[in-house]
């Protein structure tokens, strides 16, 4: 049935929402979350139409009657456009455009705009083009199908054929030119990820659904200014920081681009190397936004994605985020005594920090091995970096070197094995 929404902000199109879920326990999370995506992308959505759907029609993703319903509610609301809460091919977004004689676009194409409009850096502008061209391409194609079917005949001879292999090859060329400029970034990326390594502190990635609340607790323990807004994407950029624990721990954060639900393929392909980040950690945590409704539903989703990564086995501590906003706090203290590794927190004013604090200090010293060694004097300077990359323990000037117990990360372990004792 459809029905009237409320306006969302200042748009700069109008659009009718398909929503095409199959489970019907689902449909508000659906549409909070379609909601949420529009905002960000500036569409205002004025009035939206369900089918369920177990599997999509070939020509039109949905059936016929749907098809003049959407027609009609679209023509009567004088929407910009129609926007499909699923991934349309190339011929059903052009049979649709046809029948509704309006734009249609599909969540990929909504997502990719979102990630359009955050990129900031030439890393995630190039890793957004590419996502763009990439789901493009089969699309670019279905255009001229028409042109290909006929192609030879009467009055069809050249111009169609022409521009689709035109087309297709600049595609093809700007693609590869994107993974080329990419694999530079790549490069330089990992040489960064290599400098840190050779400060042998623990790597630790923030994971979580978008809008979690991920930019925020990176600024409160880092001191960070990232950009922290509720709407979804509102960063792309992975960010590294230095945070000093107590008792003299330390470890690497880095706060990374945020999931969703059925995050499309082209942008886990294409945004690699960002992600790569998460692959190289040695413990992932994970935030939640306890406050959302559907917080299961999008932690299943991080851990689909961290899957995808080969990442979901890390190992991991689970941050229930945004508790002011939570009355039940029986409910909370359940929900957190019977999920391991896990603590509740606010990142809006630091509730629960210490708890925090005091988990990822145990994470860092499951990571950390007891070293006996006896450094001689004129390497000397590897006890500073005892110092520096772990807890030394004790320490004692003997008459064939320094001494000295202490608790290090597995690289650092490595230096100092021929001074074991």
């Given at each position: 049935?459809?029905?009237?929404?409320?306006?969302?902000?200042?748009?700069?199109?109008?659009?009718?929402?398909?929503?095409?879920?199959?489970?019907?326990?689902?449909?508000?999370?659906?549409?909070?979350?379609?909601?949420?995506?529009?905002?960000?992308?500036?569409?205002?959505p004025i009035a939206s139409i369900r089918q369920r759907l177990d599997r999509p029609y070939k020509g039109t993703f949905v059936g016929t009657g749907k098809v003049e319903e959407i027609r009609a509610l679209a023509q009567e609301v004088k929407a910009d456009l129609v926007l499909i809460d699923s991934e349309v091919s190339g011929m059903q977004q052009r049979n649709l455009e046809e029948a509704f004689k309006c734009k249609v676009i599909d969540r990929t194409q909504l997502i990719l705009d979102i990630f359009a409009r955050r990129a900031r850096t030439r890393e995630g502008m190039l890793q957004v083009e590419?996502?763009?061209?990439?789901?493009?391409?089969?699309?670019?194609?279905?255009?001229?199908?028409?042109?290909?079917?006929?192609?030879?005949?009467?009055?069809?001879?050249?111009?169609?054929?022409?521009?689709?292999?035109?087309?297709?090859?600049?595609?093809?060329?700007?693609?590869?030119?994107?993974?080329?400029?990419?694999?530079?970034?790549?490069?330089?990326?990992?040489?960064?990820?290599?400098?840190r390594r050779k400060h042998p502190f623990p790597f630790a990635s923030i994971v979580g659904y978008t809008s979690a609340g991920k930019s925020t607790l990176m600024n409160q323990m880092a001191g960070t200014d990232l950009l922290a807004d509720a709407m979804p994407f509102a960063t792309l950029d992975p960010t590294t920081r230095k945070i000093d624990l107590a008792d003299g721990?330390?470890?690497?954060?880095?706060?990374?681009?945020?999931?969703i639900r059925k995050l499309p393929t082209h942008l886990v392909a294409a945004f690699q190397s960002t992600l790569e980040e998460v692959t190289y950690s040695d413990f992932i945590m994970h935030v939640v936004?306890?406050?959302?409704?559907?917080?299961?539903?999008?932690?299943?989703?991080?851990?689909?994605?961290?899957?995808?990564?080969?990442a979901h086995d890390k190992p991991m501590v689970t941050i229930f985020n945004k508790i002011d906003l939570i009355p039940n706090k029986v409910e909370l203290r359940r929900i957190v005594a019977e999920w391991p590794n896990s603590v509740a927190i606010s990142a809006f004013n630091g509730h629960g920090l210490n708890d925090l604090q005091l988990a990822i200090k145990r994470q860092v010293q499951s990571l950390l091995g007891t070293v006996h060694a006896l450094i001689p004097y004129e390497f000397q300077s590897m006890l500073q970096e005892c110092y520096n990359f772990g807890r030394v323990l004790k320490q004692e000037y003997r008459e064939d070197g320094i001494y000295i117990e202490a608790e290090l990360v597995s690289e650092m372990r490595q230096k100092l094995e021929k001074y074991r004792v």
């Amino acid at each position: 049935m459809a029905k009237t929404l409320q306006n969302l902000e200042i748009p700069t199109e109008t659009a009718v929402l398909v929503f095409v879920n199959e489970d019907e326990t689902e449909d508000q999370i659906v549409e909070d979350e379609l909601a949420g995506l529009c905002e960000a992308a500036a569409v205002q959505p004025i009035a939206s139409i369900r089918q369920r759907l177990d599997r999509p029609y070939k020509g039109t993703f949905v059936g016929t009657g749907k098809v003049e319903e959407i027609r009609a509610l679209a023509q009567e609301v004088k929407a910009d456009l129609v926007l499909i809460d699923s991934e349309v091919s190339g011929m059903q977004q052009r049979n649709l455009e046809e029948a509704f004689k309006c734009k249609v676009i599909d969540r990929t194409q909504l997502i990719l705009d979102i990630f359009a409009r955050r990129a900031r850096t030439r890393e995630g502008m190039l890793q957004v083009e590419l996502a763009q061209l990439t789901y493009m391409m089969p699309k670019l194609m279905s255009v001229y199908t028409k042109f290909e079917r006929q192609k030879g005949g009467i009055g069809m001879r050249g111009p169609g054929e022409t521009k689709l292999e035109s087309d297709r090859r600049l595609a093809r060329d700007r693609i590869s030119s994107l993974k080329d400029e990419i694999e530079e970034v790549k490069r330089i990326r990992n040489q960064q990820r290599a400098g840190r390594r050779k400060h042998p502190f623990p790597f630790a990635s923030i994971v979580g659904y978008t809008s979690a609340g991920k930019s925020t607790l990176m600024n409160q323990m880092a001191g960070t200014d990232l950009l922290a807004d509720a709407m979804p994407f509102a960063t792309l950029d992975p960010t590294t920081r230095k945070i000093d624990l107590a008792d003299g721990y330390a470890l690497f954060l880095t706060d990374t681009v945020g999931f969703i639900r059925k995050l499309p393929t082209h942008l886990v392909a294409a945004f690699q190397s960002t992600l790569e980040e998460v692959t190289y950690s040695d413990f992932i945590m994970h935030v939640v936004d306890l406050s959302n409704p559907a917080w299961e539903m999008q932690s299943d989703a991080v851990m689909e994605t961290l899957e995808k990564l080969g990442a979901h086995d890390k190992p991991m501590v689970t941050i229930f985020n945004k508790i002011d906003l939570i009355p039940n706090k029986v409910e909370l203290r359940r929900i957190v005594a019977e999920w391991p590794n896990s603590v509740a927190i606010s990142a809006f004013n630091g509730h629960g920090l210490n708890d925090l604090q005091l988990a990822i200090k145990r994470q860092v010293q499951s990571l950390l091995g007891t070293v006996h060694a006896l450094i001689p004097y004129e390497f000397q300077s590897m006890l500073q970096e005892c110092y520096n990359f772990g807890r030394v323990l004790k320490q004692e000037y003997r008459e064939d070197g320094i001494y000295i117990e202490a608790e290090l990360v597995s690289e650092m372990r490595q230096k100092l094995e021929k001074y074991r004792v």
